[in-house]
């Protein structure tokens, strides 16, 4: 029943809110004053070219910060191109159930016809439908749907995903954007011993090799080691989680809300419980296309996007921003077809280190940090401070 609810969590992810706390009353109070998305005045705010905003440095900022402390460092020069996206998901993406089985050693011939109604799960009224195929021989769990999402559970990450092994501890969390995992190592079962950093360079290969393609770019942003109890033995499983880029610009996979112009994430996820096979994979909410797009040509500055955020975050305490991304903040669209649009913005994300992930199997980055965002087009700013995870 756990994978079956998978997607279902994934699409709850996009349409309703997915928080596992509300908003403290004391910063819903101090974020009263300018909503979830504010603007600044105009004549406030500096524009800059594509080449400046990827040479941008810290050292060149000439704010006068109020309660806010900025990291020790930006890197920008990633980032090839500007843009605001029209985009969908995939249709027929079954089409091709024999080649996305055949990643996972899946016989498609097996797989068996599924769908999944969500006029029958208690979330809210929609005509949104999942036909797909899954293949589920108590060991291995696969799922294909027609809007591009894909799954797979097997050995001991299927059996935590049924409840039959159960996380003891973690052992530890990353942030590969500030932390070198480099000679940390993970002891899997059988004495197996790897090397994190590898198992992320395997990662990115199988994901290069896979699922990435002209349009995209995934790296592993987060790495988790877990400590698992598996029928009174003591093994480890390494969670991973994804980030897709376009252009050098990653989609949010921090802060997921709803639908009607909010927020929805976007990422992927695998898991290794040795250190050459996949024991879990998710590609999230399903096959994201972009339909259309216009190139931003005259951006928000960065000094300027500091400068919003110190004047609408002054009245919140412990402003430690843990790391400053460019970043395209998603907004879904439910237009009642069955097929959502999304529409994706360039934002720089102020993202601030709130709490610890309690999550068993896959890593939730919205429990771990609080994100503000700022629209790299309007100057807009979004709030997404204890809440909205």
Request: hydrophobic fraction near 35%; charged fraction near 25%; glycine fraction near 8%.
């Amino acid at each position: 029943m756990y994978k079956k609810l998978l997607k279902i969590f994934f699409v709850c992810c996009i349409m309703i809110c997915t928080g596992c706390q509300s908003t403290p009353e004391v910063v819903e109070k101090r974020m009263s004053g300018y909503g979830s998305n504010g603007q600044i005045k105009s004549d406030d705010i500096n524009y800059c070219s594509l080449l400046e905003l990827k040479n941008a440095n810290l050292k060149d900022i000439n704010v006068e910060l109020d309660n806010m402390v900025l990291p020790e460092k930006i890197d920008f020069s990633q980032v090839e191109s500007v843009e605001v996206l029209d985009m969908s998901f995939e249709s027929g993406f079954t089409d091709n159930k024999e080649h996305i089985a055949g990643l996972f050693g899946v016989d498609a011939d097996l797989l068996t016809a599924d769908s999944f109604d969500m006029d029958t799960v208690d979330v809210q009224e929609t005509d949104y439908m999942l036909p797909g195929f899954t293949y589920d021989d108590g060991d291995t769990y696969f799922t294909i749907e027609d809007d591009g999402f894909f799954s797979y559970f097997s050995g001991l990450s299927n059996r935590c995903s049924n409840g039959d092994a159960v996380q003891k501890r973690v052992l530890g969390v990353y942030d590969l954007d500030l932390e070198d995992v480099s000679g940390k190592k993970i002891q899997f079962d059988n004495n197996n011993e790897a090397d994190i950093r590898e198992m992320c360079n395997l990662a990115e290969k199988w994901l290069d090799d896979n699922v990435s393609h002209n349009e995209y770019k995934c790296n592993v942003t987060n790495a988790c080691v877990r400590e698992i109890d598996d029928n009174g033995k003591l093994k480890c499983l390494l969670s991973l989680d994804i980030d897709v880029f376009y252009k050098g610009i990653r989609f949010n996979n921090y802060i997921g809300t709803g639908i009607d112009d909010d927020i929805m994430k976007y990422g992927m996820s695998i898991i290794y419980e040795n250190n050459k096979d996949i024991s879990c994979f998710s590609n999230g909410s399903g096959e994201l296309k972009v339909d259309s797009s216009e190139v931003v040509e005259n951006i928000i500055s960065f000094e300027s996007a500091v400068k919003i955020v110190n004047d609408k975050m002054s009245g919140f305490n412990n402003n430690k921003i843990a790391k400053i991304i460019p970043m395209y903040m998603l907004h879904c669209i439910d237009n009642h077809t069955g097929q959502y649009k999304v529409t994706a913005r360039p934002v720089y994300s102020f993202i601030i280190k709130s709490g610890e992930d309690d999550s068993e199997l896959f890593i939730e980055k919205g429990h771990m940090y609080d994100v503000v965002f700022v629209d790299m087009v309007t100057g807009d700013i979004t709030v997404k401070i204890g809440g909205g995870k």
